[in-house]
């Protein structure tokens, strides 16, 4: 499975925008957009729509049985 992480920053550069501007669309600091693409802040569901809105895609949570 991918991480939030890697899609995030995968999807930012295929849609061509800077962190910078990224973090301008959804209205949060470049940092933060560093922060969440190094893997060292989880993003609030909030802020993952937010996110997923300025990047063209949705967000779908989902739990899933880990044993029998």
Known sequence: MIDTATLVRRWRRERGLSQSRLAELIGTGQAAISRIEN???VPTLPLLARIAE??????????ESVGG
């Open 39 to 41: 893997g060292k802040d």
């Open 54 to 63: 300025a990047l063209g895609c949705t967000v779908r949570v989902s739990f």
